[in-house]
């Protein structure tokens, strides 16, 4: 698998994860971790576009990180 592709999957699943919180009555720091997720995931797609994989790897990568704790959190995950 190219890195591109895998990093589109990883924009998959990470879009998956903004759904299973998206109901979530967080608080205002949370909120802010989500805010930079997606701006991380915002971040992944430019690099993505301009050609640097491995940037927009690194974005992706950090964007579900922010999500996967505020998930291990509420036991989502």
Do not use: P, W
């Not at 995931?41 to 993505?48: F, P, V």
């Not at 922010?66 to 989502?76: G, S, T, V």
């Amino acid at each position: 698998m190219e890195c591109k592709e895998r990093i589109l999957i990883d924009i998959d699943k990470l879009e998956l994860s903004f759904n299973q919180i998206k109901d979530i009555d967080f608080s205002k720091e949370e909120k802010e971790v989500i805010e930079r997720a997606k701006n991380y995931r915002d971040d992944c797609k430019y690099y993505l576009e301009k050609g640097d994989e491995l940037s927009s790897f690194g974005c992706i990568t950090y964007a579900h990180g922010l999500l996967d704790a505020l998930r291990l959190n509420y036991h989502i995950i």
